[in-house]
């Protein structure tokens, strides 16, 4: 089979941005050595992720796992008032 890559860019203010990276780094660890690798890092107008996946379907799962967690740290700054 062969190897995918996924590059997402997220537009949120810096501040937020490093926020949401540093959240989700652990998980984002914990990734590499299955059949997904990710990547992300903070850039002037947001975030950027990377994934790296030996098949479709672990690609698949990996972009699912990570948009789920950023979705969740977002959501988390808004609950706790830094949004808006």
Do not use: W
């Amino acid at each position: 089979m062969a190897s995918v890559s996924i590059e997402v860019k997220v537009f949120v203010p810096m501040h937020l941005a490093l926020v949401m990276v540093n959240s989700v780094m652990p998980e984002v660890v914990t990734m590499k050595g299955r059949r997904s690798e990710a990547d992300l890092q903070t850039v002037e107008d947001g975030l950027v992720a990377r994934l790296f996946s030996q098949d479709l379907v672990a690609a698949r799962a990996a972009a699912n796992t990570l948009i789920r967690l950023l979705e969740t740290s977002y959501r988390t700054l808004e609950v706790a008032g830094c949004v808006g």
